[in-house]
């Protein structure tokens, strides 16, 4: 199956910064790419999402970009706030229903 | 805030013991999934439901069970064969189950053996 691997597992940044999080995947066939967003003591939430046949797309301070000859995908997060303060995943889908998470990032934003 | 929930909170489980958590959805979605979260590693798929009276093994189904009789509810059951229960766990659903789709999460149940 596939294997998505995250890094690095904890990012501290100074307030005003960017953060960046790096996902691989093993699967060529995987086509779509989510982000998700967990505070502490909160669900995991959806920021932002990739499809294979785009290779960046950006919201506001949120952006994700998509290698997939590298077969990586990566979060950047620019003008870091003390809000963005959180546990980041990354998830690869195949095809259907199965998502594969990474293990997860915990940034910290240093006001 | 609605549409997922999940309960209780917390769970204590005693040796042996079978214990259910709850899952219940009113976004009228196909779709539900129960997740296990352990300190460092990422969300892994327990079981998942696409249709009612369907259901399918994730990667680490072993040890647990769960039903699908109404559309809105995925109650999952911890039984005693598994022995490594503690755990978060999380459910979620999404609209049809297709490729694409955003994943909607409850707020979780922390599950802890006595």
């Known amino acids: 199956g596939e294997n998505v691997e995250q890094h690095p597992s904890t990012l501290s940044v100074q307030e005003g910064d960017s953060a960046v999080i790096k996902c691989t995947y093993s699967d060529s066939a995987s086509n779509y790419f989510p982000w998700y967003k967990q505070e502490l003591g909160k669900r995991p939430q959806l920021i932002i999402d990739?499809?294979?046949?785009?290779g960046e797309k950006k919201d506001q301070r949120i952006a994700v970009t998509l290698n997939k000859t590298a077969k990586h995908f990566s979060l950047h997060i620019t003008e870091t706030q003390p809000e963005d303060s959180a546990v980041y995943f990354c998830?690869?889908?195949?095809?259907?229903?199965?998502?594969?998470f990474g293990t997860g990032t915990s940034l910290t934003v240093i006001p | 805030d609605g549409g997922i929930t999940q309960s209780p909170k917390y769970l204590f489980r005693k040796e042996g013991q079978n214990v259910t958590l709850s899952c219940e959805q009113n976004l009228n979605h196909d779709a539900m999934y129960w997740y296990r979260q352990d300190p460092g590693q990422g969300l892994r798929l327990i079981y998942y439901s696409q249709i009612v009276n369907d259901f399918q093994k994730g990667d680490i189904a072993e040890g647990y069970s769960v039903s699908r009789e109404k559309k809105e509810s995925f109650p999952l059951t911890v039984t005693s064969a598994q022995k490594n229960p503690t755990a978060f766990y999380l459910c979620a659903s999404s609209p049809r189950g297709a490729a694409n789709e955003k994943l909607f999460f409850g707020s979780g149940t922390q599950l802890s053996v006595l």
């Open positions: 990739i499809r294979s046949n785009v």
């Open positions: 998830a690869a889908s195949i095809a259907g229903n199965q998502f594969y």
